[in-house]
């Protein structure tokens, strides 16, 4: 007898405007994450490395990387929204709300804010509002993301089409909930590892942030089931050997974290990825691939009643098996240039 | 001047009825081993997972995966039991006696119950009760494994043959002593992953469990060198090169803790792993391999005085570079299919 | 508009004698770190592994490995030391004066301690010493290491010449402050694996310790990041590819590490590292390639005031793709024999 209790995922008939699924599973958070996190992308953002650089600015302890928080409030989301995805399409509207620590367990809800059928009716797009929320409830963070999805049947009729009116950034009134206030005159520089701050960047500045990864099969596979992200493009090279690429495929997460990592040569200070205002996975990534990473400083921003810290709108594209020095990005016909991954556009926090 | 102090492992000749055997290693089990466990096999129990759910139903903070607990305290038995052995043989009656939290330390000890040496005169095999205890000297887990020893002389006279009379099964009034008594009305089950309780389960229901997950070199070493396993054929592929199979070959225990975190997608609520009646590790397993799993629901039982969970008794295979949605166990002439790694016979606890 | 906030790194003309350089990062070490290093290395000395072995000897808990200790500090070196190294030339007069533990915040600091061009005006020879301490300040860690690195141009003038003078031992009057005084009558010898202490051991004595243990490019990495190691040789096959070897160079810490976890096999008692007296790269290690150890007794010493444990001295021999039985270690000429990874000279405490 065979059984039917296996999760087959959910096809574009499945989803609904305004539908809001549960996320299985919890997961907390903790040092052991950390230090995983650590060995995979070396990043070295004092803020996130040391509690007592922490507690010096007034934390209660070393927050969780960023990203560590949003990768596994997106794995959670990956059974449900994206089994059978085909592609993931953008993020827009992500922003951290509040820090997350050691020990706080983290869940996923999503919303469903908009839901189109492709014009070939085998697939079709859907919008969710995904939320991540901590043992008390509180929201650590919210993105919306959108993916193309398989059609269970083709000839199931269209759903009527909403596309959600996504703001094309982050209004930086809305950003640095999750940094409480700093006492940034105790910030040291010297160990942090930069003297630079707000004031120091400009618009315009073009930093090539140097340095190399080359990744290895064993690695994004441990990161990707570190946040329990089942989609299994990233898994099966049983099943992948027959596909597009003939290869396992590079959770994306993983090319972010690696690029914010490589940025701390040149944005050492700036500690916290406060939102995404947009991001787009230009081209797949492989194990094999060396990725290098540079950043543009697109805009420049005060948050309303900080003087400690200020924002730095971010451009930060990776690239794969090239240097940065001469910043890759288009070609002249407006097409992503060959190697590059990822063209991420975020607001930072850095002291001023 | 030549050492003599290192450890030669045991021959044959080494054991005898009735010896126990202390084991190295005591081992502080903490979040930092839980956070590799779930990277290396992507686990997604929600009460492992969780310290809110397992707060929740009654534990006090999510325990440990029980296979971590198991693999920890086999791991210690290697040095003195199989450094020397051709094969382990199987497994039988063991039972998950308490819960292991992090932070605590996990010790071994090996009683030897049976002995007998094989017609060749060039091995003999040797069964051992392992049994795991707590920093309390609380016993956390026990099993009988028996393997295949090298003599270190053929010569040697053969020992008086004991073998242990080992029951099929777990008797399932001697199961369940490591799940507290639980507020199973708390257990959450759209955030768990699924809706399937102990009724929802027939006897003779088979189960795909769909996913299938690609093993690399560095994930079977860095997971078996976690669990202190010193085993040579894992880790040495200088030796291995010229050995039977030319590569190093995977613990089998990374594939029972595979196929146990792929069976999420069918038994997302058998939360606990409370006995092994019996395992075999059909054929060997390699980096590169893509593991697939399937269970059969092959009997059920309640638990004297509870009525907050009841056990499943399942079979869970393990199965190479090839799907399970035709359930591959054995051949015509009941041989194992080609493919197939593991069949273990265990008891899972889930909520009633 | 291109920044200039990238670290390029230091060369030889931006050292100067008495120069005292502060590290980026600070690090807080977490049983997350611990759980890693465990997973890479195998290590099993009982001390470091069980907090329950630890606190009946006299400590507050499980210290940190030594090495792993010894990995952190270096690792926040390496951007400022060492990026435009050529050569890690040696270490001297490493001691470790403070046990480390589980959330303890780790920082480094460097002072030049010797400057000298090379005749070839090309690169120089810089001596640092480097000082790792915790969150109060206190010191856990000290050590003098020599690289060679390359001058910005070649006819800048070279510095007045200044060599330190480097003792070849360490003075064992001034080893052990990193143990507590000792409950040396709890110590387990049958859980810490061995009954060997420190009247056992005879000058002389060679010990094979047999074990081999493959390295993957996975391990290495995420093992050299998770000390924020950020020397370029290690990481980045798109330049090595091109490079001297034409891969990645394996950081020289993890074959420290791996020698050290597989002396455990004839030294398993030998549970701290006191001082490293001297240490020598001999060759590079590379993926792929099998590690094995042998160590030889060279000295042994009483510590003064202390009757709970000895010194002994060890020359500690890492090997690569060749077994140790014979002790492989120099050919007739003097010169290193093939697979000589690593002659490193150090003082090791052990239960008297």
């Known amino acids: 007898m065979t059984s039917t209790k296996t999760n087959?995922?959910?096809y574009f008939e499945d989803f609904e405007f305004g539908q809001e699924i549960i996320h299985a599973t919890p997961r907390t958070v903790t040092v052991g994450d950390v230090a995983l996190y650590t060995s995979l992308y070396g990043t070295r953002f004092a803020v996130q490395s040391s509690d007592a650089f922490a507690r010096a600015i007034g934390y209660e302890r070393a927050p969780l990387d960023d990203l560590l928080t949003f990768h596994v409030v997106f794995g959670k989301t990956t059974p449900d929204?994206?089994?059978n995805a085909i592609a993931n399409l953008g993020y827009a509207n992500c922003r951290f709300l509040k820090p997350a620590y050691p020990g706080d367990t983290l869940s996923s809800v999503s919303e469903v804010i908009g839901i189109k059928e492709n014009s070939n009716r085998e697939t079709g797009t859907v919008y969710v509002r995904s939320t991540g929320r901590n043992q008390d409830g509180d929201?650590?963070?919210?993105?919306v993301r959108w993916v193309m999805v398989r059609k269970r049947d083709k000839e199931s009729p269209a759903p009527e089409a909403i596309v959600p009116n996504l703001a094309p950034r982050v209004d930086p009134a809305n950003i640095g909930s999750a940094v409480p206030p700093l006492a940034i005159a105790r910030y040291d520089y010297a160990i942090a590892g930069s003297p630079y701050?707000?004031?120091d960047y400009e618009v315009g500045e073009k930093i090539d942030h140097v340095d190399g990864m080359t990744l290895e099969e064993?690695?994004?596979q441990i990161a990707t089931r570190?946040?329990?992200?089942?989609?299994?493009v990233h898994f099966n090279q049983h099943t992948e050997a027959k596909g597009r690429f003939g290869k396992r495929i590079v959770y994306g997460g993983v090319v972010i974290s690696l690029a914010r990592a490589l940025s701390f040569n040149g944005l050492a200070n700036a500690f916290h990825l406060a939102a995404?205002?947009?991001g787009r996975h230009v081209a797949p990534c492989f194990a094999g691939?060396?990725?290098?990473?540079?950043?543009e400083i697109l805009e420049k921003a005060e948050l309303k009643g900080r003087s400690d810290v200020g924002a730095l709108r971010i451009r930060l594209v990776a690239v794969k098996d090239r240097d940065c020095a001469d910043f890759p990005l288009k070609t002249a016909d407006d097409k992503y240039a060959d190697g590059v991954l990822l063209d991420l556009d975020a607001w930072v926090l850095i002291p001023r």
Chains 1, 2, 3 share one sequence.
């Open 289 to 295: 691939d060396t990725v290098y990473a540079w950043s």
């Open 276 to 278: 995404i205002n947009g």
């Open 8 to 10: 087959p995922g959910n």
């Open 218 to 220: 064993a690695e994004h």
């Open 197 to 199: 701050r707000w004031g």
């Open 226 to 232: 570190l946040y329990q992200n089942t989609a299994k």
């Open 81 to 83: 929204i994206s089994l």
């Open 139 to 143: 929201k650590v963070l919210e993105y």
